[in-house]
């Protein structure tokens, strides 16, 4: 009940800091715009030439690319802002002051600082998914849309948890800023078409070194009428793997922490 | 702030001396964050490298062509422009915001040299690094994908000076770009919008002969064709004699477009310069 308190009053007072910079917004969502027209243009001129890529049809990875928009936007507002400002904190070694705090290390790392410009990505990308769903043939049911949701919360689970991990080895490695920027290239270019089309070796990758294929591709499927038991079984799994694995982790880099005048 | 370095003050011999040993101290500054470089790389092959599958997977669904080109030669595509793009490549516009930001500019201004070579020769030793990560990924993805690379003698002459005359094109035209950040400040937004369509209509999403006839006609007349897909289309074996002359006179034009809009703004920006405590 505390954390959930703490919660809320983090992200409270990170939505109110945000508001003074107002004009922050437009230009991020300049830039949501800017990189969803260019998705479309590509998407067009590849479906100009071919009615499906490897059984997906246009519409299909306008949801995906929907999905992607919207896990982008997630991690733009609250985890990469957070992350970034605590890679600060250790290198600067002011950490001290958050880890004095009566509440859970983890949980104000998380949510310390948000930027609230990206949910301009989490807006532009749920009207994408609802325009490629609507434009769909096949209608969604709601075993259809609740495998979508838990395997969607699966996903930002595994995506959080993941960067959470690489974050936690600023501990050791001081000079880290950069370790975010192996997530935002392999998720923002990899992770605009369905893992599937990918040759073995870095459909692997995707989904074992970087985990873009449970946070992107197996969503998508549960609302394209792909849904795969073992896919969605093993999404589930690995949520669950990622989030204990992660939080072992934090504690174990939490314990090589000395400390600003140590 | 009086502040104009003049160029003409310094002889060939000087600048070629400042440019070797700037290069050398760029080399060894680069090499001390080879871990950020290595994830930049990271980003530099993969970004082609899906474009590359998409492509090469529509061409096998199409069985085996697409618009007269095969899939090994949508293959060639993509990795002779991860090479070209790595050659090409720059971030001065980025740079520009953060020297206006944090002041550092009055530093830069200060000294004898113009500070374009600086940025020219740190540029150079970025993509000498990135060269170290590029040409083995092109190997290995050319065997992977089975690239067909039909390049003729010519076309590996012509591909040389192309491939200089883009390097040089889209260098001085995004410095000149960057100088906006002495008028707006907010400039990062802007160059996001440019890259987007500089990344669109230079070939890197898909090649330029798949656009509609209206987009390829207006590629003809920017300059962004210019700086990445015409040598990528040189080294490909496929453009002719006459798309070659007439990419060499689009760059020329560009070029000499490009610099003198140089001269022109940096005057303009460097007299309007003035930095807190200058």
């Known amino acids: 009940m505390h954390t959930l308190t703490v919660m809320r009053t983090y992200i409270k007072l990170g939505f109110l800091n945000m508001v003074q910079y107002r004009a922050n917004f437009f230009f991020e969502l300049l830039g949501v715009v800017t990189h969803l027209t260019t998705a479309f243009l590509g998407l067009s001129l590849v479906f100009n030439q071919t009615n499906s890529l490897n059984g997906w049809s246009g519409t299909e990875i306008v949801i995906l690319v929907g999905i992607q928009t919207m896990i982008g936007g997630i991690v733009g507002t609250v985890i990469q802002p957070s992350f970034q400002q605590f890679m600060e904190h250790v290198r600067l070694g002011t950490l001290d002051f958050t880890l004095t705090k009566p509440a859970d290390s983890q949980v104000i790392v998380s949510l310390q600082r948000i930027n609230g410009g990206a949910i301009a990505g989490i807006v532009a990308g749920f009207l994408t998914l609802s325009f490629g769903v609507s434009r769909q043939a096949s209608s969604i049911g709601i075993a259809e849309a609740s495998l979508f949701l838990i395997t969607l919360t699966a996903g930002i689970v595994i995506v959080y948890c993941f960067l959470l991990m690489l974050t936690t080895f600023t501990f050791w490695f001081l000079k880290l800023d950069n370790v975010l920027v192996i997530f935002e290239t392999s998720f923002g270019h990899a992770g605009s078409w369905p893992i599937t089309i990918y040759p073995g070796w870095l459909k692997a990758g995707l989904t074992f070194i970087v985990p873009v294929a449970f946070a992107v591709t197996v969503p998508a499927e549960s609302l394209t009428g792909r849904q795969d038991t073992t896919w969605i079984v093993g999404t589930i799994v690995a949520a669950l793997i990622f989030a204990v694995a992660s939080r072992r982790f934090w504690r174990f880099g939490l314990k090589h922490y000395t400390g600003a005048s140590a | ?278």
Not at chain 2, 27 to 53: E, K, S, T
Not at chain 2, 159 to 179: D, K, N, S
């Open chain 2, 1 to 278: 702030m009086e502040a104009t370095p003049e160029l003409r003050k310094f002889t060939f011999r000087d600048l070629a001396r400042f440019y070797a040993g700037r290069f050398r101290i760029d080399l060894n500054l680069q090499i001390q964050y080879r871990g950020a470089i290595a994830i930049w790389l990271m980003g530099l092959i993969l970004q082609p490298l899906v474009a590359l599958v998409v492509w090469t997977t529509v061409a096998q669904n199409q069985g085996g062509n697409v618009s007269g080109f095969t899939t090994s030669e949508y293959a060639a595509y993509f990795i002779i422009l991860m090479i070209v793009d790595n050659l090409t490549f720059t971030w001065v516009m980025y740079e520009f915001e953060y020297r206006i930001q944090t002041g550092q500019f009055s530093a830069l201004l200060l000294r004898p040299v113009h500070p374009i070579h600086q940025d020219v020769t740190t540029n150079m030793s970025f993509k000498t690094l990135g060269l170290f990560g590029v040409i083995p990924a092109a190997i290995i993805l050319s065997f992977a994908f089975s690239a067909n690379y039909n390049a003729s003698l010519l076309d590996i002459v012509v591909f040389l000076p192309a491939l200089i005359l883009a390097m040089a094109l889209r260098f001085i035209f995004e410095w000149t770009l960057g100088l906006l950040a002495f008028w707006i400040t907010r400039t990062s937004a802007v160059f996001q919008l440019y890259n987007s369509i500089s990344f669109f209509l230079a070939g890197n999403i898909a090649p330029l002969w798949l656009f509609p006839e209206s987009v390829q006609m207006l590629t003809f007349v920017l300059p962004f064709r210019w700086t990445v897909f015409f040598p990528v289309e040189v080294l490909l074996g496929r453009a002719t004699v006459t798309s070659m002359l007439v990419g060499f006179g689009m760059q020329l034009l560009w070029l000499g477009i490009a610099c003198v809009g140089l001269r022109y703004l940096w005057k303009l920006a460097s007299s309007r310069y003035s930095a807190v405590g200058g």
